[in-house]
Nanobody
């Protein structure tokens, strides 16, 4: 089993930056892909960015050029650097870990609010 703990959310103004972190523990050797999803009020959870153990990266079109995902395998941690934040980025952000067997683990979520 994999446990995920997120940190780094908060309230920022449009155009500002935030960095989210997600530390994994437990059966970390089984993890292939890690990533971030988000869910805004009244909307479905959506993919933001993912990164595999081989460092293959995928971004949602809405965040390309503004968000950067990275992974420190030595620390079992994945990061999401979010720049040029917009009000529409407001959501609860969830860390995800997926094993080669396609089993998903989720963090508890961290709130990101972008508002003037």
């Amino acid at each position: 089993q994999v446990q995920l703990v997120e940190s780094g959310g908060g309230l920022v103004q449009p155009g500002e930056s935030l960095r989210l972190s997600c530390a994994a523990s437990g059966s970390i050797g089984s993890i292939n892909r890690m990533g971030w999803y988000r869910q805004a009020p009244g909307k479905q959870r959506e993919l933001v960015a993912t990164i595999t153990r081989a460092l293959n990266i995928n971004y949602a079109d809405s965040v390309k050029g503004r968000f950067t995902i990275s992974r420190d395998n030595a620390k079992n941690t994945v990061y999401l650097q979010m720049n040029s934040l917009k009000p529409e980025d407001t959501a609860v952000y969830y860390c995800n870990a997926r094993t080669l067997g396609q089993f998903d683990s989720w963090g508890q979520g961290t709130q990101v609010t972008v508002s003037s």
